[in-house]
């Protein structure tokens, strides 16, 4: 049975950093190109970042330079490193396996108060 749990979220003031986890379960992650994205109120589900199987990674326009996305095959844990945080990175941030199986996790709340 395929699971994602994310961790990490909080309230943080603009211009801190948090760190996001997402442990994977029931599968290889290592072999799945894994994502973050975020929702904010009222808004749809929006991407964050990107990193595949191979290790190359892609953010959103909004996040690069801020954000960084990383993976540890051997503990099967994607991480979302936030930096520079902005009230508008206020959001649910959700852990996404891609395929044609795709899968979410529960997602983590990430306030930034300004």
């Known amino acids: 049975q395929v699971q994602l749990v994310e961790s990490g979220g909080g309230l943080v003031q603009a211009g801190g950093s948090l760190r996001l986890s997402c442990v994977g379960s029931?599968?290889?992650?290592?072999?799945?190109?894994m994502d973050w994205y975020r929702q904010a109120p009222g808004r749809q589900r929006e991407f964050v970042a990107a990193i595949r199987s191979g290790g190359s990674r892609n953010y959103a326009d909004s996040v690069k330079g801020r954000f960084t996305i990383s993976r540890d095959n051997h503990k099967n844990t994607v991480s979302l490193q936030m930096n520079s945080l902005k009230p508008e990175d206020t959001a649910v941030y959700y852990c996404h396996r891609s395929g044609p199986s795709g899968y979410w996790g529960q997602g983590t709340q990430v306030t930034v108060s300004s």
């Open positions: 029931g599968f290889i992650l290592g072999f799945y190109d």
